[in-house]
């Protein structure tokens, strides 16, 4: 963050943390206070008349905050919910001035790429996806873990020799990355490439790096159901698609996995999903529907089954 605020001019940075991530506000205050201490913070580093400040900003953890003009908002102590974009970040930002806003993993790179090169980072990864990526490997995992991983690393590979394969010693069924934005994948995509165009083709996404394994015992369609309940407690409610929108989305999904479900229920989550994503102001809404949509897709089985339960 040090190099990113020489690059762009800037001589104050914030590290946004959830307020519930104790250990991790604890650590990073720790590093702050550290570097200040030795002169790699503050007014005139190392001489260079170069200053620059950091500090740690506790949120409260919504969701929303992941969209960047949302972070900004709760940054200054406003209601996170996103702006209207343009003006961009880069232009108006924090306190109405130019921010860049980036991923701290993004960031996390710089000091490596400067310190060997872009060439060397290029040589990590896939040609379309470069560099490494932190996984956060849970559910039902033998050995939920972070691991950084190269980009372009086999998602089964990651479960197996990270997470010793299935807490139960089944048999994987299904997949999820990206976090509760992201589709949920049968098991034949184990042998899909950790990489974003790959993931995005098969209706799901990277994200922040979430892998949540679920093994054969898994009721897919009830996942599907407690994901778009978690939307319908983070959203901000700024947007009229999203605060009735998801509502809505919630009552089918329940009434699906409870079994009284019916085919015109199926139909519609498919064209509330497309209409949302047009619709909605931000990505927590336009993809509120993508966990049921992929089980839709890719789970046809489990969900016909839920709905011979309306037949009999």
Not at 14 to 27: G, K, P, T
Not at 118 to 144: E, H, R, Y
Not at 287 to 305: I, R
Request: a positive charge.
């Amino acid at each position: 963050m040090i190099l990113a605020g020489y690059a762009v001019g800037a001589d104050e940075g914030y590290v946004y943390l959830n307020d519930r991530y104790v250990v991790a506000v604890e650590r990073v205050q720790t590093a702050i206070d550290q570097a200040e201490k030795v002169g790699l913070l503050g007014k005139n580093i190392l001489g260079s008349g170069f200053s620059f400040t950091l500090k740690v900003k506790r949120g409260g953890g919504a969701y929303v905050c992941g969209e960047e003009t949302a972070l900004l908002n709760s940054l200054e102590g406003s209601f996170a919910e996103p702006r209207p974009r343009p003006p961009l970040p880069v232009h108006v930002g924090l306190n109405g001035k130019p921010t860049v806003v980036n991923n701290l993993e993004t960031l996390s790179n710089v000091s490596a790429i400067v310190l060997k090169g872009g060439k060397w980072f290029a040589g990590i990864g896939t040609p379309a996806s470069k560099g490494t990526k932190v996984v956060a490997l849970s559910g039902n995992v033998a050995q939920p873990c972070w691991v950084e991983v190269p980009m372009g690393t086999v998602i089964g590979d990651i479960i197996d020799t990270f997470g010793g394969g299935t807490a139960s010693g089944k048999k994987v069924k299904a997949f999820q990355t990206g976090g509760p934005s992201g589709g949920l994948l049968p098991a034949s995509k184990l042998k899909m490439k950790l990489d974003y165009d790959a993931l995005n083709k098969a209706g799901s996404l990277l994200g922040s790096g979430g892998l949540l394994v679920m093994d054969e015992d898994c009721d897919v369609v009830d996942v599907a159901r407690f994901l778009t309940e978690f939307f319908l407690e983070e959203s901000c409610g700024k947007c009229t698609p999203c605060r009735e929108g998801v509502k809505r989305l919630n009552e089918i999904v329940t009434c699906i996995a409870d079994g009284r479900g019916t085919k015109a229920q199926l139909a519609l989550v498919k064209s509330m999903g497309e209409g949302m994503e047009t619709a909605c102001f931000c990505a927590l809404g336009k993809t509120a529907a993508a966990p049921m949509l992929t089980v839709m897709k890719h789970f046809s089985k489990d969900v016909n089954g839920k709905m011979l339960k309306t037949l009999n």
